[in-house]
């Protein structure tokens, strides 16, 4: 019985990701790693519930990026790619995120080469 506490104890905690709002909006503000400046953050959920789309820098309408996702574990990757010049194609943005809860979602802002050109984190609560 000891034994099996002391496991217990010893294993470290995993995260748990929830389900999002089937339908839902979130909203909420970005954090950079440098700067002060925060931008918007708004994530669509679909009405089943398994696609996305998250948009960010909304705030600045030039320079907003979007891009889908796929809702797997409660836990996603939006990513969006351009093709440059000689056909190559590039990742212009990406953020991973996880639905901490039902009306709460958090994660970071990965590759961002429009609006301020700096990664970080965010955080979006559920509007409706």
């Known amino acids: 019985m ?15 990701a929830a389900d999002p709002q089937k339908g ?3 909203a ?6 440098l700067g002060y400046k925060k931008h918007t953050v708004s994530i669509r959920v679909s009405s ?10 909304g705030d600045r309408r030039r320079r907003a990026m979007s891009a889908r996702f796929r ?5 996603f990757t939006a990513s969006k790619r ?6 190559k194609r590039v990742v ?12 709460r979602v958090k994660g970071d802002i990965v590759v ?7 990664p970080g984190s965010f955080t979006a609560r559920l509007r409706r």
């Not at 909420?28 to 790693?33: A, D, E, F, H, T």
Request: net charge positive; hydrophobic share 35%; charged share 25%.
């Open 24 to 26: 839902g909006r979130y």
């Open 112 to 118: 961002v080469f429009k609006c301020d050109h700096i």
């Open 2 to 16: 000891l034994a099996v506490l002391c496991l217990a104890v010893a294993v470290p905690a995993i995260a748990v």
């Open 82 to 87: 351009e093709r440059r010049r000689g056909g």
């Open 92 to 103: 212009t943005f990406q953020a991973k995120g996880r639905f901490t809860s039902r009306t």
């Open 28 to 33: 909420g503000k970005s954090k950079p790693i």
């Open 71 to 75: 809702v797997r574990n409660g836990r």
């Open 48 to 57: 089943d519930g398994t696609t996305g789309t998250f948009r960010y820098c």
